[in-house]
């Protein structure tokens, strides 16, 4: 089990970047693969970004693809969402999931461990 803590949401204006931070408290961190949630009020809880156990492979959903970057650093054992180009349909809570030795995204019940999100809105 890991302990997750999420950071760096906030209120930017469209067109405007962000960098959220999911800091993992244990020592096997870097045999998760990581993956970004978000849940916008009202619609279910959507895939955005994963990134494999071993940091070779990394996947997106189509709506943000070519705007968002994840990446992780296992010395700091943290996982990082890049934003750029934000538009306002990226307002939602952002979550981070982890599960062990996963390569490829899963859904979201598959993922063993959540943080407990931060808001990120973005005003037109």
């Known amino acids: 089990q890991v302990q997750l803590v999420e950071s760096g949401g906030g209120l930017v204006q469209a067109g405007g970047s962000l960098r959220l931070s999911c800091a993992a408290a244990?020592?096997?961190?870097?045999?998760?693969?990581m993956a970004w949630f978000r849940q916008a009020p009202g619609k279910e809880r959507e895939f955005v970004a994963h990134?494999?156990?071993?940091?070779?492979?990394?996947y997106y959903a189509d709506s943000v693809k070519g705007r968002f970057t994840i990446s992780r650093d296992n010395a700091k054992n943290t996982v990082y969402l890049q934003m750029n180009s934000l538009k306002p349909e990226d307002t939602a809570v952002y979550y981070c999931?982890?599960?062990?030795?996963?390569?490829?995204?899963?859904?979201?019940?598959?993922?063993?461990?959540w943080g407990q999100g931060t808001q990120v809105t973005v005003s037109s």
């Open positions: 244990g020592r096997t961190f870097s045999t998760y693969g």
């Open positions: 999931a982890a599960d062990p030795y996963s390569d490829f995204p899963l859904g979201p019940d598959e993922y063993d461990d």
């Open positions: 990134i494999s156990w071993r940091g070779r492979n990394t």
